[in-house]
């Protein structure tokens, strides 16, 4: 076939601990990682030509070679150029749902969208493992992107382990349309200060033991027990972000909006990522809906945005 409908959902993280320094100059990270039913929609028509030319209805994303699903194209043709040279390259037009610098992964979605896309239209015939490795080379949200579902991500975030699947619950999402955060910011004024107290993260990756003082480690190993036992009374009550400690300071309309849902009592709520989203979960979309209608009443500002979302089981998915 020669054009193809992919939706490629946003995630929101359930658990994220800035472990360490890694030799590469990434972070160490132990996170727990978990698809939601926000998504966007990526169109391919294979076009004939060598080249590839991207469409997106959203103006804060970029349409040039900065674009992940761009940069997701231009590595596909450069892992298979025979392919590209058979089959030539394809119009991408992202239709945006997911809001840009949102902490929700929107970028990373779209290039594991393109990924897949371009292995189908090109009949490269290639494994989940192989496209993570592929995916692993645009960012490091991006190998989660092609499975999706609920899954723990180490390293810099692209080792991947499953984990069963807790889709029946739901996320009410919020955010400032006008406010955005630089992750690359998030991580750098992180380091600046709290490097202090990095674990020592040996050259493989994984954090070793220590003579200093390490910081007070969260336990990601609760979190995941109650996502095995589908204890969402303890997930809500686990959930961790390190990146809150930065973000919430800087930018205090995202704390209160955080306090003010917190109010409400639901399952929980913590910052997606590098923000400046927020999350709150619940048991049903009944629940979530009331919860959204609280948020709204309580902050009747035009600019907050608001999602009801469920948690998804699965990956990126061809319409
Ligand atoms: P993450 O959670 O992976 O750190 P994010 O959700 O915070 O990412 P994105 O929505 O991916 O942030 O956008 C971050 C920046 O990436 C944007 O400001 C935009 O300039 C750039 N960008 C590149 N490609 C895309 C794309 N396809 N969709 C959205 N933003 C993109």
Known sequence: ?????????????????????????????????QGIDLADRIDLNANGVDQFRLHCDHPEVPADESNLAYKA?????????????????????????????????GGSTNGAAVLVGLDLIWGLGLTQGELQDLAAKLGSDVPFCIAGGTAIATGRGEQLSPLPSINSLYAVLAKYRSLSVSTVWAYQT???????????V???????????????????GEIVAAIMHHDSSKIGKLLHNDLEKVVLPAHPQVAQLRETIQQFNPLGTMMSGSGPTVFALAESQAEAKHLQQQIQAALPDPDLQTWVTQFRAGGIQIV
């Open 1 to 33: 076939m020669r054009s193809y409908s992919l939706i490629a959902p946003a995630k929101i993280n359930l658990y994220l601990e800035i472990i360490g320094d890694r030799p590469d100059g990434y972070h160490e990270l132990a996170m727990v990682l």
């Open 73 to 105: 194209a231009l590595l596909m043709a450069a892992e298979f150029p025979d392919a590209f040279e058979q089959y030539g390259g394809v119009n991408i037009t992202i239709h945006k749902h997911i809001p840009v610098g949102a902490g929700l992964a």
């Open 190 to 200: 992180y380091r600046k200060q709290f490097g202090d107290s990095y674990s020592p």
């Open 202 to 220: 040996s050259t493989t990756g994984s954090a070793v033991g220590t003579s200093t003082t390490p910081k007070q480690r969260a336990h990601a």
